[in-house]
C-alpha cells in the first residue's frame, strides 16, 4: 500500500481519532504482539466483552484488524493486527503533518540485530513453520537461527518447496519434517505458533521463551491439488515474509523485547 492509498483511504484525522481511544489502543497493542482471540483480549485489557466486541469491530471496519475463524475451534475467532497497513496509515500520517515525518524501515535495523534463537510451530510442519524458518534465516542474514517442528508431521508438501524457490530462491527440498517433542531440551527466545491447533498442545520450554501466536489458515486446506493449492501457499508466504520483516525489527532491540 502506498502512502497515498493510505492517505485515501483512511485519512490521518480519522486515523488518530480512531487509534487514540484508549481502549482501541490498547486492543492494537495487544494484536500488535501475538493475534488474539476475544476472550484473551479482555482478560488483557480488563473490559467486558461486548466493549471489546464493539471497539474490535470498529477497527475492523477500518482495515487495521484483521478476523479469522479458529482452526481448532470453529466457535472461536482470532483477531490479528494488519501492521502492514497500520504502517502505511502511520507514515501517511506523519508525511500529511510534516514531509520530514519518515520513520525508520525495519531494513536499516539490521546492522544493530542481535542474535536469537526462534522456534516455529504448526501442525504438520510441512507448510507454514518450514516457510517461516527459512524466511527468517534469509531475511535476518543469518542473525536469527531459526528452527521448525510440528505437532503431528508430515512430509513436506511440493508447494511449499515450489513457492520458496520460485518467489525467494530458497531451496527447501532437503528438509525434513519434525516433531516438536526434537527440541523439548532446547533453549529459544521466541516460540511462535502458526496454527491454533498446534497453538492448544504447545509444550513449555526451558528458559521461559517468548510466546507468540499467528493464527494462519493451512494452505493446502480445501484444496484438491498442488495446482489448486498454490495460490495460496503463495499468499501464505507473502503473510509470513511480512510478519517476519516485523518481527526482525523487534529482535533488533534484543532477544526478549516486545
Not at 497493542?29 to 471497539?55: C, F, I, M, P
Not at 508430515?154 to 524457490?165: Q, S, T, Y
Not at 499467528?214 to 501457499?233: I, L, N
Request: aromatic share 6%.
Amino acid at each position: 500500500m502506498t502512502v497515498e492509498q493510505a492517505t485515501q483511504s483512511l485519512p490521518p484525522a480519522e486515523f488518530l481519532q480512531l487509534a487514540g481511544h484508549p481502549l482501541r489502543w490498547q486492543l492494537l497493542d495487544e494484536l500488535a504482539k501475538s493475534d488474539r482471540a476475544v476472550h484473551e483480549l479482555t482478560g488483557l485489557v480488563g473490559e467486558a466483552q461486548n466493549l471489546v466486541s464493539y471497539h474490535l469491530g470498529k477497527l475492523r471496519d477500518a482495515g487495521l484488524v484483521t478476523m479469522r475463524r479458529s482452526s481448532a475451534d470453529g466457535r472461536d475467532s482470532y483477531y490479528a493486527a494488519d501492521l502492514t497497513r497500520i504502517s502505511a496509515v502511520l507514515v501517511a500520517t506523519g508525511q500529511a503533518l510534516h514531509p520530514g515525518l519518515i520513520p525508520i524501515p525495519p531494513s536499516s535495523r539490521r546492522g544493530r540485530r542481535r542474535a536469537s534463537r526462534v522456534l516455529f510451530l504448526c501442525t504438520g510442519n510441512s507448510a507454514r513453520s518450514q516457510m517461516a524458518e527459512a524466511l527468517a534465516v534469509q531475511r535476518s542474514e543469518g542473525a536469527v537461527h531459526a528452527e521448525s517442528a510440528g505437532s503431528h508431521p508430515k512430509p513436506l508438501h511440493a508447494n511449499a518447496i515450489r513457492v520458496m524457490r520460485e518467489q525467494y530462491d530458497i531451496d527447501l527440498s532437503g528438509h525434513e519434517s519434525k516433531h516438536l517433542g526434537v527440541f523439548a531440551d532446547r533453549r529459544f527466545d521466541w516460540v511462535i505458533t502458526l496454527c491454533d491447533k498446534v497453538r492448544e498442545v504447545c509444550p513449555e520450554f526451558p528458559g521461559r521463551p517468548e510466546t507468540i501466536h499467528w493464527s494462519m489458515a493451512d494452505p493446502a486446506a480445501g484444496h484438491t491439488g498442488a495446482r489448486a493449492s498454490y495460490p495460496a501457499f503463495r499468499r501464505t508466504a507473502a503473510e509470513l515474509e511480512a510478519r517476519i520483516e516485523f518481527l526482525l525489527a523487534v529482535l533488533a532491540d534484543g532477544p526478549h523485547a516486545t
